[in-house]
């Protein structure tokens, strides 16, 4: 424990960070398992727990019998009501927030149009949220705001957002102003990237990269419990990755980037497309179209996975996309990296398709929960 050389005031610290996130992961446990999932004294936990019952953040749910003779082990949770956290997610026209329990479960939510073009009359918009959301939940740990684009996470930054037509805005300091809350600027397809590797229960030693598919492709690499963002806080953008070089023009400006060939647009204009064809030619049934069109969409994901497959070697590829359904999509996806990427690398790469989308709002509030936690030790 690196804290162990700076005082018992520190270690006391990390002690309670540890005991925090293993109450969050395991949800009811008891005194003597913390003490042996986290190899500490029975007193040691203990004397963190009193104290945490002592702040009414812990339930003592009673007594389990156990089959050895010894003390009862009382089950223990934490009322995870009394640590709330908020994420705000700001799209093209729309903003969207959650409030959510120490456990990403979902206390209330919102959702509403508006005009996130212009950050003078944006800004305003989203310190009024903060502070109305402060306000309604003052057990708030903190608040995390999350664009698309090019963020700095570290000065609070959208350094280019063409999604919002944003360039080089200051988002920190006005909030910062604002509230007394704890603050979290990121990417919001970063802040789902968190929420995933948590739901999905993935080993936290290892490195996943997360693939969100929407209106455009984005994607982030999880290493260690912490989003990498690069030195130019463009680690993960895997949707600009060019794979037609004659392409479609992207939102991005250059050609044929992976975003214009499987984003939820591109996918909605063939499957358009080939259908208002149908009434020309009788080629091909509908369902046939759809089946043909995920195929494709699939094998250009997939092909897409194998450099990232090679050069990063995650743990895991985490999908979360409107195709995951299809299993033409999956198959094709699957298929097509492992016929171009080595065959080792290929077995040792778990890929995940979530049946259910991930609400960056909700990894947004969970980034907040774990930036608490780094803080406390
Ligand atoms: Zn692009």
């Given at each position: 424990?690196?804290?162990?050389?700076?005082?018992?005031?520190?270690?006391?610290?990390?002690?309670?960070?540890?005991?925090?996130?293993q109450l969050?992961?395991?949800?009811?446990?008891s005194r003597?398992?913390?003490?042996?999932?986290l190899?500490l004294?029975?007193?040691?936990?203990?004397?963190?727990?009193?104290?945490?019952?002592?702040?009414?953040?812990?339930?003592?749910?009673?007594?389990?019998s156990?089959?050895?003779?010894?003390?009862?082990?009382?089950?223990i949770?934490?009322r995870?009501?009394?640590?709330?956290s908020a994420?705000?997610?700001?799209?093209?026209?729309?903003i969207?927030w959650r409030?959510?329990?120490?456990f990403?479960?979902?206390?209330?939510?919102?959702?509403?149009?508006?005009?996130?073009?212009?950050?003078?009359l944006?800004?305003?918009?989203?310190?009024?949220?903060?502070q109305?959301?402060?306000?309604?939940?003052?057990?708030?740990?903190?608040?995390?705001?999350?664009?698309p684009?090019?963020i700095?996470?570290?000065?609070?930054w959208?350094h280019?957002?063409?999604?919002?037509g944003w360039?080089?805005v200051?988002?920190l300091?006005?909030?910062?102003n604002?509230t007394?809350?704890?603050?979290?600027?990121?990417?919001?397809?970063?802040?789902a990237?968190?929420l995933?590797?948590?739901?999905?229960?993935l080993?936290?030693?290892?490195?996943?990269?997360?693939?969100?598919?929407?209106?455009?492709?984005?994607?982030?690499?999880?290493?260690q419990?912490?989003?990498?963002?690069?030195?130019?806080w463009?680690?993960?953008?895997i949707?600009?990755?060019?794979?037609?070089?004659?392409?479609?023009?992207?939102?991005?400006?250059?050609l044929?980037?992976?975003?214009?060939?499987?984003?939820?647009p591109?996918?909605q204009?063939?499957?358009?497309?080939?259908?208002?064809?149908?009434r020309?030619?009788?080629?091909?049934?509908?369902?046939?179209?759809?089946?043909e069109?995920?195929t494709?969409?699939?094998?250009h994901?997939?092909?897409a996975?194998?450099?990232?497959?090679?050069?990063?070697?995650?743990?895991?590829?985490?999908?979360?996309?409107p195709?995951n359904?299809?299993?033409?999509?999956v198959?094709?996806?699957?298929?097509?990296?492992?016929?171009?990427?080595l065959?080792?690398?290929?077995?040792?790469?778990?890929?995940?398709?979530?049946?259910?989308?991930?609400?960056?709002?909700?990894?947004?509030?969970l980034?907040?929960v774990?930036?608490?936690?780094r803080a406390?030790?």
């Amino acid at each position: 424990m690196k804290a162990a050389g700076k005082g018992p005031a520190l270690l006391r610290l990390n002690n309670l960070k540890r005991v925090m996130t293993q109450l969050r992961a395991t949800r009811i446990t008891s005194r003597q398992d913390l003490a042996l999932a986290l190899e500490l004294s029975k007193n040691t936990v203990s004397l963190i727990v009193d104290d945490l019952l002592e702040q009414g953040l812990i339930n003592e749910l009673g007594p389990v019998s156990v089959a050895a003779a010894g003390r009862p082990k009382i089950e223990i949770t934490l009322r995870a009501e009394k640590l709330k956290s908020a994420g705000i997610m700001v799209e093209r026209n729309a903003i969207h927030w959650r409030v959510c329990d120490y456990f990403s479960q979902v206390i209330a939510e919102q959702t509403w149009n508006t005009n996130t073009a212009d950050p003078a009359l944006l800004l305003p918009e989203l310190v009024e949220v903060c502070q109305t959301l402060h306000a309604a939940h003052p057990e708030l740990l903190g608040i995390a705001v999350g664009f698309p684009g090019i963020i700095d996470p570290q000065r609070g930054w959208v350094h280019f957002s063409a999604h919002l037509g944003w360039q080089d805005v200051d988002v920190l300091t006005p909030l910062k102003n604002a509230t007394a809350l704890p603050l979290r600027i990121m990417h919001n397809v970063k802040a789902a990237a968190l929420l995933s590797v948590q739901q999905l229960d993935l080993n936290k030693s290892q490195s996943h990269f997360y693939l969100r598919i929407g209106e455009g492709v984005g994607g982030a690499l999880v290493e260690q419990g912490e989003v990498l963002v690069g030195s130019s806080w463009t680690a993960g953008e895997i949707g600009h990755m060019q794979v037609q070089p004659q392409g479609m023009r992207c939102s991005c400006g250059r050609l044929g980037c992976l975003e214009t060939l499987v984003s939820k647009p591109a996918v909605q204009q063939q499957l358009g497309q080939r259908k208002s064809g149908l009434r020309w030619q009788n080629a091909a049934s509908e369902p046939q179209i759809v089946n043909e069109v995920m195929t494709s969409t699939g094998q250009h994901l997939g092909s897409a996975l194998s450099p990232l497959m090679q050069l990063v070697n995650p743990a895991s590829i985490i999908i979360d996309g409107p195709w995951n359904s299809h299993p033409a999509f999956v198959q094709a996806v699957q298929q097509t990296a492992q016929a171009s990427t080595l065959a080792f690398t290929f077995t040792h790469t778990q890929l995940h398709f979530l049946p259910q989308r991930i609400d960056p709002a909700n990894g947004l509030a969970l980034a907040v929960v774990e930036q608490y936690e780094r803080a406390i030790a």
